[in-house]
């Protein structure tokens, strides 16, 4: 019965739909333009007693390369606004420079970073562009990025090769949390130090940082 009634209304749709446009009727086109309509939102983020932010940023390696001004300006915003919004740690999840031998790329991205010493704790890894090719890929990565950037930080828990993957221990909030960075393809002994950091840590709450996990179309790339 439940069948043939919504076949009913299908086929009364189509003759209601034909009716309202018979052959030959020119189809409108004057239709009137909507008038615009402002809508304040109040933004959710606004400094609270139960709000902490967590802040993301990912490549920005395009800046780096032609836009120096713009990649500073980024980060100082988030140093600017930390109480507003109160960001109380930052992740950058790679492609920090274009090239990874670009001297002056690596330049501007660790002063854009570096904005945030002493104010707001923050990492980086290594995406695909900020590798170099052979033995000597995380060279210029590791002499902006490497251990000596947070090694007078207490939230600094320890590294990998320089910061290959590193770790840090958080609070934010009530909660405490671990947070693991593997730079883009990593090696087994990589991820072995991932696993170890997580397992050292069973009562913090584990955050992993890489710069890819996923394919397009959702699905779990070599890495995931």
Partial sequence: ???????????????????????????????????????????????GDDIHTIAFVSDTQRYAFKDSTTNKDMIKALVDDKDKYSIEYVIHSGDLVQSPDGEDEWQVAKEAMSQLDGIIPYGVLAGNHDQDSGDERF????????????????????????????????????????????????????????????GKYPDRIGILVTHKYLEPDLSLDEMG
């Fill in 1 to 47: 019965m439940k069948r043939l009634i919504s076949i009913a209304l299908v086929l009364v749709l189509i003759f209601a739909l034909s009716a309202c446009s018979k052959p030959g009727t020119p189809v409108p086109t004057d239709f009137p333009e909507p008038e615009p309509e402002t809508i304040e939102v109040p933004f959710p983020l606004e400094s």
């Fill in 139 to 198: 060279t210029m990565y590791s002499k902006y990025f490497g251990d000596e950037s947070y090694s007078n930080f207490d939230y600094f828990a320890g590294s990998f090769e320089n910061c290959r993957a590193h770790a840090q221990l958080v609070t934010i909030g009530s909660n405490d949390f671990v947070v693991v960075y593997i730079s883009d393809d990593p090696s087994k002994d990589c991820i072995g130090f991932a696993n170890d950091i997580f």
